[in-house]
């Protein structure tokens, strides 16, 4: 099974991706848990030029970077990963292009789509959790956690409006993606998930 967790930076999907991997892990079953962009020697190398505060990007070459990033960990690691039966859990895909750089950037939807097809190909997620969590919210965890903000994390308030509006469009047209209320307690969001996860299973099994 191969399930990802979306949603604005600090929702909670780190806390999210690990509880889910150690529940499938407690069953039994072969967990992989990765966090995007990065999971190969490349993946790292762009995740720390498109976090670094000090890199000049252009919002077309962000899209082509993170996609970088993606087609490499797709072929080198997730696609053989499920080949040989493993759980995979990723911490960000292939919809937070979508959001980010598609609605938070106002890249065109049509070239994004393109970009993630060729990146992807046919290794979509069988299940998608949006941890949607307010504007607000976000600002409270970051300066609670006290850590200093990256690149993509100074792009302001307007973006991230936009990048929220455009999960609950990707909500609207894919049957996969979950919308998860994330300021709850890790334990009540994470009873929801393991929730919705057995109906998945439960139907890929008799369907
Ligand atoms: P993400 O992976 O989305 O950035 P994390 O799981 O790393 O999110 O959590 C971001 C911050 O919010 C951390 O400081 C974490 O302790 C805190 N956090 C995580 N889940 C919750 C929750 N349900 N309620 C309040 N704070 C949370
Ligand atoms: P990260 O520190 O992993 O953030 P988080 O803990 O919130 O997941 O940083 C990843 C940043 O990159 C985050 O701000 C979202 C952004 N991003 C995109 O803009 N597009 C993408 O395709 C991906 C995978 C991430």
Same mark, same amino acid.
């Not at 039994?28 to 000090?54: A, F, W």
């Not at 509006?165 to 209320?181: M, Q, S, V």
């Given at each position: 099974?191969?399930?990802?967790?979306?949603?604005?930076?600090?929702?909670?999907?780190?806390?999210? +991706?690990? &509880?889910?991997?150690?529940?499938?892990?407690?069953?039994?079953?072969?967990?992989?848990?990765?966090?995007?962009?990065?999971?190969?020697? &490349?993946?790292?190398?762009?995740?720390?030029?498109?976090?670094?505060?000090?890199?000049?990007?252009?919002? $077309?070459?962000?899209?082509?970077?993170?996609?970088? $990033?993606?087609?490499? &960990?797709?072929?080198?690691?997730?696609?053989? +990963?499920?080949?040989?039966?493993?759980?995979?859990?990723?911490?960000?895909?292939?919809?937070?292009?979508?959001?980010?750089?598609?609605?938070?950037?106002?890249?065109? &939807?049509?070239?994004?789509?393109?970009?993630?097809?060729?990146?992807?190909?046919?290794?979509?997620?069988?299940?998608?959790?949006?941890?949607?969590?307010?504007?607000?919210?976000?600002?409270?965890?970051?300066?609670?956690? !006290?850590?200093?903000?990256?690149?993509?994390?100074?792009?302001?308030?307007?973006?991230?409006?936009?990048?929220?509006?455009?999960?609950?469009?990707?909500?609207?047209?894919?049957?996969?993606?979950?919308?998860?209320?994330?300021?709850?307690?890790?334990?009540?969001?994470?009873?929801?998930?393991?929730?919705?996860?057995?109906?998945?299973?439960?139907?890929?099994?008799? !369907?």
């Amino acid at each position: 099974m191969f399930i990802t967790f979306e949603g604005l930076d600090a929702s909670g999907k780190s806390t999210q +991706a690990e &509880l889910t991997a150690e529940r499938f892990r407690e069953s039994g079953e072969n967990v992989m848990v990765i966090r995007e962009p990065g999971g190969t020697e &490349l993946g790292e190398k762009v995740r720390s030029i498109l976090l670094d505060v000090n890199s000049a990007i252009e919002p $077309a070459a962000e899209v082509f970077l993170f996609s970088a $990033a993606r087609a490499q &960990l797709v072929r080198e690691v997730i696609r053989p +990963a499920l080949s040989r039966g493993d759980t995979v859990i990723c911490d960000r895909y292939v919809d937070s292009t979508t959001s980010y750089q598609g609605y938070g950037r106002e890249i065109p &939807l049509e070239s994004i789509k393109a970009i993630n097809r060729l990146a992807i190909e046919d290794v979509i997620p069988d299940l998608t959790f949006f941890i949607d969590i307010s504007i607000e919210e976000i600002e409270k965890r970051q300066r609670a956690a !006290g850590i200093d903000t990256d690149r993509m994390e100074r792009a302001g308030r307007v973006f991230f409006e936009r990048t929220r509006n455009g999960y609950y469009e990707l909500a609207r047209t894919e049957k996969r993606l979950k919308i998860i209320r994330g300021e709850r307690s890790p334990g009540d969001i994470f009873s929801d998930i393991w929730s919705i996860i057995q109906v998945e299973l439960h139907r890929s099994s008799v !369907g």
